[in-house]
């Protein structure tokens, strides 16, 4: 693909500068990755919509880990609120050791292809948080049912489940601290999980209507988990945008992808890839703009809509 056939930067980046992307504060207000109990937040479905609405967001997506579950519950709470709500699931790819989260919003929750293949990941993540667990309680006093007892029915269990038991057993300060502890892949205790490609990832989007987003892709833990090869090919696939906005974002990577975006006729997004509790993101601390929104939603291809009326949005 030739990346000077492409338009500039109006699908998304609302014809700023990199650095004024990053500072402006888009109006309305608007985050596009969040998570409930349903995978690893702490929150049920219609307490994160209530927090979102109180805390002053016009639109919020509920992006949970390789499940629509939640939306159901999120649905109809949010018809009550000046907010509005953008169905999405983060699904979980591999690139060798790399871990590479493909945001998909509005897909079709029935699409046998991608019920298919989150059914699979989700099974993946419980065998293997069995495994780490019985690890980890060869030296440390846990248990699988300490992992239980701080998930819900139905959740996707996995490693916040045991930071949250971690914890809970007094055995880490908190889930951060598990994750830079127990939990690291240093430990001798991490095992890493199966799951597609980010290629297959994308394409699976698609195929169920909806729209892919590479979530936070340069986090600090690990620098830019994809390469310029790989973002073309999976530009070809159909990849709509980067989530650049993200507090693990380093400032020189949210610069290469912001380049990328350019060239390649990427919209971006900001968000707070909020957990509750779980983790320190406040709702609203990063902001997608309009211009990316509405490109998503003109983009989805299949019946999912989204719900509600936020106070700024039509």
């Not at 992808?257 to 997004?269: H, M």
């Not at 211009?291 to 700024?312: C, N």
Request: glycine content about 10%; overall charge negative.
């Amino acid at each position: 693909m030739d990346p000077s056939s492409h338009r500039p930067s109006d699908r998304g980046l609302c014809a700023r500068s990199p650095v004024d992307s990053i500072v402006d504060v888009p109006d309305p207000f608007i985050d596009l990755h969040a998570h409930s109990s349903v995978s690893d937040g702490t929150e049920r479905p219609a307490d994160l919509v209530r927090a979102a609405a109180a805390a002053g967001l016009d639109a919020v997506a509920l992006t949970d880990h390789d499940t629509t579950a939640g939306w159901a519950e999120a649905t109809a709470t949010v018809r009550d609120l000046p907010l509005t709500l953008l169905p999405g699931l983060e699904l979980s790819t591999r690139v060798g050791h790399r871990s590479v989260h493909v945001l998909g919003y509005l897909v079709d929750p029935d699409d046998h292809g991608l019920v298919a293949e989150t059914g699979r990941i989700r099974d993946g993540r419980l065998a293997r948080a069995r495994r780490m667990v019985e690890r980890i309680g060869r030296d440390h006093p846990l248990t699988w049912d300490d992992v239980l007892a701080q998930s819900r029915d139905g959740a996707t269990i996995g490693r916040p489940h045991i930071a949250d038991a971690l914890v809970a057993r007094g055995l880490e300060a908190d889930r951060s601290a598990a994750f830079r502890g127990i939990l690291h892949p240093a430990s001798g205790y991490y095992e890493p999980h199966e799951a597609p490609t980010p290629l297959r990832g994308v394409e699976l989007i698609r195929q169920a209507g909806g729209v892919p987003v590479i979530a936070h892709p340069a986090a600090s833990s690990r620098g830019i988990v994809i390469d310029e090869p790989m973002l073309r090919e999976l530009v070809e696939a159909g990849l709509g945008g980067l989530e650049v906005d993200h507090r693990e974002n380093l400032a020189h990577g949210k610069r290469t992808l912001l380049d990328w975006a350019t060239r390649y006729d990427l919209f971006v997004t900001g968000s707070s890839d909020y957990h509750g509790t779980g983790k320190p993101n406040r709702l609203g601390e990063h902001r997608t703009a309009r211009a990316a929104f509405d490109t998503i939603l003109s983009e989805a291809t299949g019946s999912t809509p989204v719900v509600g009326a936020g106070s700024r949005l039509p």
